[in-house]
């Protein structure tokens, strides 16, 4: 259950901005009628705003996702850190082998 929460509060922490900019872009709309309003008048909410709010938090809050699940969870750590050493294994043997061959040929 913590880490639910831990989940839950990373995903509002992350996509708190694009609540905030849609509910002020729905503000706007109603109270001025028209787009972009005073609100989004000036150049950095007019053009950054939905980029931050929607990319960028977005992606983070993707990023983050495996993360939690690599620190809260022991089983996903563990599968990890055997596909580490794997690859490490088989980068050394691959190394080897070519050493092997570069000294064969000498």
């Avoid at 990373?10 to 706007?28: A, D, K, P, V």
């Avoid at 809050?61 to 750590?77: D, Q, T």
């Avoid at 599968?79 to 000294?103: D, F, Y």
Wanted: charged share 10%.
């Amino acid at each position: 259950s913590i880490t639910i929460t831990y989940f839950a509060a990373i995903f509002l922490l992350c996509n708190c901005f694009t609540f905030f900019n849609s509910g002020l872009y729905s503000f706007t709309m109603a109270w001025y009628k028209l787009y972009p309003g005073p609100i989004y008048d000036n150049n950095f909410m007019f053009f950054y705003s939905w980029l931050l709010s929607e990319l960028f938090c977005t992606v983070l809050n993707a990023s983050l996702n495996p993360l939690l699940y690599v620190w809260r969870v022991r089983e996903m750590r563990l599968w990890i850190l055997g596909l580490l050493r794997k690859r490490s294994n088989a980068v050394s043997v691959v190394i080897a082998n070519s050493n092997n061959q570069t000294e064969s040929e000498l």
